[in-house]
């Protein structure tokens, strides 16, 4: 009689594994990641040759959130789109709802690949932005104190992981990237604008895009893109975004459940 085999792996664990092993596997992964940094980059070397003949000098750490509010955090977008609608697009999700068919381990798991991820991307990119940035300004500019660095660097780690999160959520309601994309870039940029200019600026640090940048500045420095003081400390801005983040998540998983693949 042959003995049985014991099972190992499934669960939430093998869920992740699967996941991760996705996200390394195509091409759009590596071709966002290598977008992101190189606009972080060439921004601000850009930015950093000017300091030399600027009226009005900047510091390292402000000229990476720049780079990381105008150009890289739309690299990041379109890979945390992508690795949720992608599925839909090649009808990858069908496969992936038979190998874990529990639909809210499918989320869990893409969320948890996505975190670390981003998160280590946002620090790299930014310690790497600012080092280059210095060497290049060659002592003209601001200086970037070493609490400055670091809030910059945690904040824009933090900025990232969550926003992935925030376009995994919406992804699993829309199924589409054209219409997460958008819908995302419009939560980001215009809507804020728009309810200030209704009469309720006070609103305008509450909203994600506007918290994150919030999350890279120090207390009680202005805000560089609304120039504007954060009416809070940086960490909120980050829980600020985990609260937006959560909901879109909540809001996806219970489109994921309800919805056939």
């Known amino acids: 009689m042959t003995s ?8 939430l664990p093998g869920a992740v594994a699967a996941e991760w092993t996705k996200l390394w596997s195509v091409r759009a992964t590596w071709w966002c990641l290598a ?49 949720v609608t992608s599925e839909y697009t090649g009808g990858g999700i069908r496969s992936t709802l038979l190998w874990t068919p529990v639909r809210a381990r499918v989320a869990q798991a893409k969320a948890a690949v996505l975190l ?7 620090v790299l990119l930014s310690g790497g932005s600012m080092a280059l940035e210095r060497a290049v300004m060659a002592g003209h500019g601001l200086p970037t104190s070493a609490s400055a660095a670091f809030t910059t660097a945690a904040g ?5 992981a969550l926003l992935g999160l925030l376009c995994t959520g919406i992804g699993w309601s829309l199924r589409s990237a054209a219409g997460t994309l958008v819908s995302v870039i419009v939560l980001l940029v ?3 604008l728009i309810v200030a200019s209704l009469g309720l600026p006070e609103a305008m640090p509450y ?21 504007a003081v954060a009416p809070y400390a940086p960490w909120v801005g ?18 994921l459940r309800r919805r056939d693949a």
Do not use: C, R
């Open 4 to 11: 049985p085999v014991a099972l190992h792996g499934g669960g």
């Open 35 to 83: 977008t992101g940094t190189a606009l972080m980059l060439g921004y601000g070397t850009l930015s950093a040759i000017a300091q030399h003949y600027e009226t009005d000098p900047q510091s390292a750490n402000t000229i990476t959130l720049g780079g990381a509010v105008y150009l890289a955090q739309f690299a990041v977008i379109a890979l945390a789109t992508l690795f």
């Open 116 to 122: 670390p991820v981003l998160f280590a991307y946002g």
């Open 156 to 160: 824009m780690g933090g900025y990232f």
């Open 190 to 192: 215009p809507l804020p």
């Open 207 to 227: 909203f994600p895009g506007i918290a994150g940048i919030n999350a890279m500045v120090e207390s009680g420095k202005p805000n560089p893109v609304t120039m």
């Open 238 to 255: 980050l829980a600020i975004d985990a609260v937006w983040a959560g909901a879109a998540l909540l809001a996806g998983t219970a489109v």
